[in-house]
């Protein structure tokens, strides 16, 4: 079988999945509650994608250049439309195209965008990060789900 067709395959089965539990949830709960367990998962999905892509990639060191390499990854595999750019002290994470804001577009949630990014972006990065470089600070500069054009996160060594 062609591997493209089946990433494309569990691709989809992956978003949907993420999709129908958190909608099931919401019907049988609450929004809140729903985005509440969502949030939770998200604290220990990207530990998963960073230990399983650093396998991939037979990534063994703790570096920046790692990081970097895993992000694009990251990235490219979920199929955002991002770069990852390297500039002075830190990391940018630049996304011109979010595959999560258009399925929230195309089921028309897009109002819900905003607070499902306030707790799933704002955990996301920083903690793919940490299973790469301890002590990343991870900040939000413009998200789409804000009305910003692009979602721009940095990413820096913890001055402590």
Not at 5 to 22: E, H, P, R
Not at 41 to 56: D, H, N, T
Request: hydrophobic fraction near 45%; glycine fraction near 4%.
């Amino acid at each position: 079988m062609d591997p493209q067709i089946l990433s494309d395959y569990f691709k989809k089965c992956f978003l949907a999945v993420d999709g129908l539990w958190f909608m099931m949830l919401e019907k049988t709960d609450s929004f809140d509650k729903a985005l509440e367990i969502d949030g939770r998962v998200w604290e220990i999905l990207p530990k998963i994608q960073a230990r399983k892509i650093k396998e991939l990639l037979k990534l063994e060191t703790a570096s920046e250049v790692d990081l970097l390499r895993a992000l694009k990854f990251k990235l490219d595999a979920e199929d955002f439309a991002s770069e990852v750019l390297r500039k002075d002290s830190h990391i940018n994470i630049i996304i011109k195209k979010c595959p999560w804001l258009t399925l929230l577009k195309q089921s028309n949630r897009e109002h819900l965008a905003e607070r499902i990014s306030d707790v799933i972006c704002s955990v996301e990065y920083g903690v793919f990060a940490g299973e790469f470089m301890e002590d990343m600070d991870f900040k939000v500069i413009s998200r789409q789900c804000s009305g910003n054009e692009i979602c721009s996160f940095i990413l820096e060594k913890c001055l402590t």
